[in-house]
DNA sequence: TTATTTATTGAAAGCGCTGTCAAATGTCGA
DNA sequence: TCGACATTTGACAGCGCTTTCAATAAATAA
């Protein structure tokens, strides 16, 4: 029933070279033939069949971008900046997201099962040994997101989190005042969480500032989780005039309306800080100070990446770093 | 270089038929065999070649979902509850979203440049006449979500805002006694805007309130132009003790911010209700008094109605309606 | 024993497209 | 008028797969 290039041959008296070479203008065909070929197109409304043209081409023009997860903004923004950018350079975008019940293996499979894709863009947080040999072992261009890519030979785009989470704390320190500092973070296998942690420790080390182990957390990135662990601990915490550093603005929101729910004022009582600077940020009173990270950046960032790629496979591996920036506003107390 | 189902046939010392018929676990092959070219497969790592199988097949197991745009999590929902149904039934998704500088016809044609989809699922908030005609000649399965489908003859999902709406409206006028509500909405050929407009007059009818047509705003669905006329009219609002809505969560919260900027209390001196619930009307303070929407599910039952059309061309057009739900929280007073 | 059925496999014909190669036509200077 | 060359076109060989269809071997019936 569709309509094919022999169709469109018949119809415009061309052999399906001709009307071949028309739609890839390439060789120049004579104006005249042209013309009727492209007329002939119209009518017919004809498409080219993108699976016998990528079984030649052995291209798609669809990227691949992988995802732990498609909660919330963070994944939704670098959806946005990967589309967006997709589009711009004529590729198609297929999203895919890791759901819970996946290992590594799957992730891989996940990925490696679109043969048809032209590039991935894996965004993986928890990445254990097996992923990343497995990982290792991907042909297809790759580009990997916010993870540890030490020894991997693929491009990767990260975020500079060391820094913003430095900034965050010294402010929180030389700025504030602040003596204690509990940390609250994903999980400790989690990528981000193992660097701003070692922001955490490097900052407070060169303040002069110990950690005690009881200040540490290792939630889920989850508002109910942080607000439970709020309720908790939020009026012991205020007792000693801690701060809070919360690994992302969603547990921070969380901790807030606990402490608001027990009557204690932030930032007044008590200072909690977030990351990522969502939209979420600017919505809780007291809005969030936070570390703002270019999410939608990352996403338009990594099709670049891969883009290249394709166009020179030779070039060596890029790592491309994204930096993030301290957001002051009001939950952190005022800063003088 | 890619190992190809000849390659395989050649290792197990079998034709490609035979290979292709343990792929595809058909007519049966003799156990020996099977086992055999499966090995085979395994030690050569092959993946059949999903151009060479769609040619064949006309079938790529890709669907797309094209939004109008890919920013907010109303959006970000709808991708997520699709993705994971799209992966339990075994397809791949493809995300497009229609940019700015798209009209009509660039939809149709983000839509139909797919030829390698099985199915999209469309949502276009602004549905003019053209689209609407171009929309009808396209033959690729194709559920519409949350438009104006009067005389489409494709699927859809909706919901049922209207009901939603009127619940909002009934709550404020009878359970709050507001005598005046002000309805801020999007664009006037906004689909949603106009279902829930028409909710607006029939129940304020039913109430016996008149309308000023002053009291009718036209904005576009975010927070800053909703800040802007809170400023200049919040003042005016909380005079005659008027209600607020706003069509969405995101105006919602630019108007409380507006009014709390200029010392007018919410909801004490202005109620202020929302649309859609997302996670905003949680973290806004007051929390906001809102109609759920199902976005997840949106997502969701757009690819089973896909699905099974795939499954079965014939049935005839469904038409899903989802049903929204009165929210009741802080922005609105308390309600009794 | 011979005819017939059943199980298992291979040969080969496309699916719709691109790209190579050669044929056909036209152009131009000698 | 003729060869040399450029321009324009068509025939056809795949790309890797699925799917008839026929061939062979094995099993059963007559």
Same mark, same amino acid.
């Given at each position: ?22 739609? !890839? ?8 033939? $042209? ?13 080219? *069949? #993108? ?31 990967? !589309?967006? $950018? ?45 992923? $990343?040999?497995?990982?290792? /072992? #991907? /042909? ?38 602040? /003596? ?27 303040? *002069? ?56 004022? #932030?930032?007044?009582?008590?200072? #909690? ?45 890029? /790592? ?17």
């Amino acid at each position: 029933m569709p309509v094919s290039i022999e169709d469109v041959a018949k119809k415009a008296d061309v052999s399906i070279s001709t009307v071949s070479r028309v739609l !890839n203008r390439r060789n120049i065909v004579n104006e005249k033939t $042209r013309k009727r070929v492209e007329i002939a197109i119209d009518e017919l409304g004809y498409r080219p *069949n #993108v699976f016998a043209r990528g079984l030649m081409l052995r291209r798609s023009n669809i990227l691949a971008l992988v995802l732990p997860d498609l909660h919330g903004e963070f994944y939704s923004e670098i959806i946005r900046g990967a !589309n967006l $950018r997709a589009r711009e350079l004529g590729y198609q975008l297929m999203i895919s997201s890791v759901v819970a019940s996946d290992d590594g293996s799957t992730v891989l499979s996940a990925v490696t099962d679109h043969s048809l894709v032209d590039g991935i863009a894996v965004m993986i947080s928890e990445v254990d040994s097996q992923t $990343r040999t497995d990982l290792a /072992k #991907v /042909k297809t261009p790759l580009v990997i997101l916010d993870s540890d890519v030490e020894g991997v030979k693929h491009d990767s785009v990260v975020i500079d989190q060391r820094q913003g989470a430095a900034a965050m704390f010294r402010h929180l320190i030389y700025n504030q005042g602040t /003596k204690r500092i509990v940390f609250v973070g994903g999980l400790v296998t989690n990528f981000d969480t193992i660097e701003r942690l070692a922001a955490f420790h490097s900052t407070m080390d060169e303040a *002069n500032i110990p950690i005690s182990s009881n200040d540490i957390f290792h939630l889920d990135y989850n508002y109910q989780t942080a607000f439970e662990l709020g309720s908790k601990q939020v009026r012991e915490w205020a007792r000693s005039r801690a701060s809070v550093f919360a690994a992302n603005d969603e547990m921070a929101a969380g901790i807030i309306d606990a402490a608001i729910e027990l009557g204690i004022s #932030v930032p007044d009582q008590l200072a #909690v800080v977030g990351f990522d600077d969502t939209r979420i940020a600017q919505m809780t009173r007291p809005r969030l100070t936070t570390v703002h990270v270019p999410m939608s950046s990352m996403g338009s960032s990594a099709v670049d990446l891969l883009c290249q790629r394709l166009d020179d496979p030779q070039r060596p591996p890029t /790592k491309l770093t994204l930096q993030s920036e301290l957001v002051v506003r009001e939950s952190c107390g005022s800063d003088f």
